[in-house]
T-cell receptor, first 113, second 115 residues
């Protein structure tokens, strides 16, 4: 069965620091990849997604992610984080099924002033 | 626009009690899902529905039942609650197959504690 690994469980950064959150998946076929974010007290929402084409995808609020097929990775990046980016971030993979996203365990990002 | 609404938001049960979580969406979405979120385990799919009157098992269906009698509602039932079902439950919906857009629209979650 496919799985998604997020190795960073809790990340603490100062404002303006650069961010990179790791996401690796285990599946050899075609995948669609996603990052979801859950701000404190809010519901999960889509940050960005990759279906095909340019492996560097841009999402909302200045986030981007790069799909590297050879490394089975889809890392999330932001050049300069803000306090408002404090949230939990989930990577997710769809491996060609109509109704199933497999989520990673999440990374809690805390941005300090 | 309410989106996806879950009720109740919080509930405490004793072992063996039953309860139903209600999920309602006003976006006319075909697909609906129930996930549970546990520390260190991410979100795991319990059951899902691809349309009114249909249901299917996800990764962790044991101990839960679901019904989709109306397109806008997806109910998750616990017939005999166990402490292992203490979790945060999320309902989600999508307009069509995840192969088309991949975007899930989530509710705010329901925190269930089973004593």
């Amino acid at each position: 069965a496919q799985s998604v690994s997020q190795h960073n469980h809790h990340v603490i950064l100062s404002e303006a620091a650069s961010l990179e959150l790791g996401c690796n998946y285990s599946y050899g076929g075609t995948v669609n990849l996603f990052w979801y974010v859950q701000y404190p007290g809010q519901h999960l929402q889509l940050l960005l997604k990759y279906f095909s084409g340019d492996p560097l995808v841009k999402g909302i609020k200045g986030f981007e992610a790069e799909f590297i097929k050879s490394k089975f990775s889809f890392n999330l990046r932001k050049p300069s984080v803000q306090w408002s980016d404090t949230a939990e971030y989930f990577c997710a993979v769809n491996t060609g099924t109509a109704s199933k996203l497999t989520f990673g365990t999440g990374t809690r990002l805390q941005v300090t002033l | 626009n309410a989106g996806v609404t879950q009720t109740p938001k919080f509930r405490v049960l004793k072992t063996g009690q039953s309860m139903t979580l209600l999920c309602a969406q006003d976006m006319n979405h075909e697909y609906m899902y129930w996930y549970r979120q546990d520390p260190g385990m991410g979100l795991r799919l319990i059951h899902y529905s691809v349309g009114e009157g249909t249901t299917a098992k996800g990764e962790v269906p044991d101990g839960y039942n679901v019904s989709r009698l109306k397109k806008q509602n997806f109910l998750l039932g616990l017939e005999s609650a166990a402490p292992s079902q203490t979790s945060v439950y999320f309902c989600a919906s999508s307009p069509t197959s995840l192969l088309n857009t991949g975007e899930l629209f989530f509710g705010e979650g329901s925190r269930l504690t089973v004593l």
